[in-house]
């Protein structure tokens, strides 16, 4: 299984490419999605890593997917310029994906 980024970032697209990842750079809502259902669709992916600005493009459809399925696996990561999310972010995914408060 191999990783696979989309990204609206060209220097987070080149760092993780670097790194032996592949992906695509978008900068659509309409992209995002396409890219999103390929990678969902193909059955080496393992991994599916969004940028924080993709991840806000799209999130009602990748938190469906991730409430439905189990592979690929989803992750956020920040782009170059570092993350837009505040301290609490864990916190609040917790809040949003069990519905308790730590």
């Known amino acids: 299984m191999r990783s ?3 990204s609206d970032n060209r220097d987070t697209f080149v ?3 670097l ?3 592949d992906g695509k750079i978008v900068h659509s809502r309409e ?6 259902k390929k990678a969902i669709q193909s059955n080496d992916i393992g991994i ?5 600005k993709i991840l806000d493009m799209i999130k009602d459809e990748v938190m469906e997917y991730k409430i439905k399925s189990g592979l690929p696996l989803i992750i956020e990561i ?3 310029h570092g993350s837009a999310r505040d ?9 949003n994906s069990v519905g308790a408060e730590i």
């Open 4 to 6: 696979f980024l989309i």
């Open 15 to 17: 760092g993780l490419r």
């Open 19 to 21: 790194a032996g990842i």
């Open 31 to 36: 992209d995002a999605l396409n890219e999103m």
């Open 48 to 52: 599916l890593i969004l940028t924080e």
């Open 78 to 80: 920040p782009d170059r």
């Open 87 to 95: 301290t609490s972010a864990i916190e609040e995914y917790i809040k």
